[in-house]
C-alpha cells in the first residue's frame, strides 16, 4: 500500500521559516494537500493541489511538490502556527494520510 | 456557506456495528465533482481515510477496512451514512465527515465538528 511519510515534529523560532515534507513513492506525479490541525479541533485544507491555497488562508502558508518529496512552507512564522500538519495524496482510487508533523514555535 | 456535523452512538460495545450519521448543509450531493467523506483519527494518532461517496453514488473504501464499511447517502435528506461492522476497542477514534470536491485537487475542504467513539464493553 501507498504511503506517505512525514518528520515526527519540526521545531521553528518565532518569523523564521518553516518547512515540513511529505515524501511518497512518484509524490510528484500526483497532488498533495496539506491540513492544519490544532489541539481540539477539526484539520482546516491549507493547501490543495500542491500550492493552492483555499481563501482565508494566510499567504504565509506555501506548497511545492515534486519528485518524491511535497513541502510545506510556513513564512514568518507565529506562535499561532503551532499545531499538527497532515499532508495527503491519492494512490489510485485511494485517499493516503501522512502520519503528521507537529510543529513547535520555539 | 458548508457545514457538516456528525452524529451517532458514543459508545459501542466490542463486536457491535457502528452506524454514523453525517448531516451537511451548504450544498448538494447531487452535483457533479461532489463528495462526502469520512476520516477518523485515534486519541493522539494520525488521521486515517475510510470512505468516500460521490455525487452519482461511485464508492471508495479504505482497502484495509473494506469489508467491515458501508457508506451510503440520502441525497434528498443532506446525509452520508457510515456502517462500520465488527467495532473492537482499537476503532476508538473521533470520527469526522468532511466536504470533497474534484475541483481542489480531490481535497477534503470542510470538515464536521467530529464526533467521539468509543468502543468498550
Known amino acids: 500500500s501507498y504511503e506517505l511519510t512525514q518528520p515526527p515534529s519540526v521545531s521553528v523560532s518565532p518569523g523564521q521559516t518553516a518547512s515540513i515534507t511529505c515524501s511518497g513513492d512518484?509524490?510528484?506525479?500526483?497532488?498533495a494537500c496539506w491540513y492544519q490541525q490544532k489541539p481540539g479541533q477539526s484539520p482546516v485544507l491549507l493547501i490543495y493541489q500542491d500550492n493552492k491555497r483555499p481563501s482565508g488562508i494566510p499567504e504565509r502558508f506555501s506548497g511545492s511538490n515534486s519528485g518524491n518529496t511535497a513541502t510545506l512552507t510556513i513564512s514568518g512564522t507565529q506562535a499561532l502556527d503551532e499545531a499538527d500538519y497532515y499532508c495527503?495524496?491519492?494512490?489510485?482510487?485511494?485517499?493516503?494520510f501522512g502520519g503528521g508533523t507537529k510543529l513547535t514555535v520555539l | 456557506q458548508i457545514t457538516l456535523k456528525e452524529s451517532g452512538p458514543t459508545l459501542v460495545k466490542p463486536t457491535q456495528t457502528l452506524t454514523l450519521t453525517c448531516t451537511f448543509s451548504?450544498?448538494?450531493?447531487?452535483?457533479?465533482?461532489?463528495?462526502v467523506g469520512w476520516i477518523r483519527q485515534p486519541p493522539g494518532k494520525a488521521l486515517e481515510w475510510l470512505a468516500l461517496?460521490?455525487?452519482?453514488?461511485?464508492?471508495r473504501s479504505s482497502p484495509s477496512l473494506k469489508s467491515r464499511l458501508t457508506i451510503t447517502k440520502d441525497t434528498s435528506e443532506n446525509q452520508v451514512f457510515l456502517t462500520m461492522t465488527n467495532m473492537d476497542p482499537v476503532d476508538t477514534a473521533t470520527y469526522y465527515c468532511a466536504h470533497y470536491g474534484s475541483g481542489l485537487g480531490r481535497a477534503f475542504d470542510i470538515w464536521g465538528q467530529g464526533t467521539m467513539v468509543t468502543v468498550s464493553s
Open positions: 512518484k509524490l510528484g506525479d500526483k497532488y
Open positions: 451548504g450544498f448538494s450531493l447531487s452535483t457533479s465533482g461532489v463528495g
Open positions: 495527503q495524496a491519492w494512490d489510485s482510487s485511494t485517499v493516503v
Open positions: 461517496i460521490y455525487w452519482d453514488d461511485d464508492k
